[in-house]
């Protein structure tokens, strides 16, 4: 079966840094992402990755760097220059669509599978 397993998340000071792995079992998938959710707010998207094509919320460009490791099966998230607004619950999505545009994989509904999550703490 599909799992998705996320790893690296802990506390860090503002200014630090932080690297994200997402570990997929079961099948591969072409488009991956990561989402973040903050205590009382919504989900929100932070990164795509299809092929060499990326894409990120603009609240993390410059920052943060989602990248792929096909021999492990692995999605990461280097994020860096790290903020306390980035405090919150880190998700790794995936997408069975072949052919999902960089506009849809902004969107939760665009994902099949997630993980349980990873907490992300930056303090001040």
């Known amino acids: 079966q599909v799992q998705l397993v996320e790893s690296g998340g802990g506390l860090v000071q503002a200014g630090g840094s932080l690297r994200l792995s997402c570990a997929v079992s079961?099948?591969?998938?072409?488009?991956m992402a990561w989402f973040r959710q903050a205590p009382g707010k919504e989900r929100e998207f932070v990164a795509s990755?299809?092929?060499?094509?990326?894409d990120y919320a603009d609240s993390v460009k410059d920052r943060f760097t989602i990248s792929r490791d096909d021999a492990k099966n692995t999605v990461y998230l280097q994020m860096n220059s790290l903020k306390p607004e980035d405090t919150a619950v880190f998700y790794c999505?995936?997408?069975?669509?072949?052919?999902?545009?960089?506009?849809?994989?902004?969107?939760?509904?665009?994902?099949?599978?997630w993980g349980q999550g990873t907490q992300v703490t930056v303090s001040s």
């Open positions: 990755i299809r092929g060499g094509s990326t």
């Open positions: 999505a995936a997408s069975r669509r072949v052919a999902l545009s960089i506009v849809d994989r902004r969107f939760q509904r665009s994902y099949d599978y």
């Open positions: 079961g099948r591969t998938f072409s488009a």
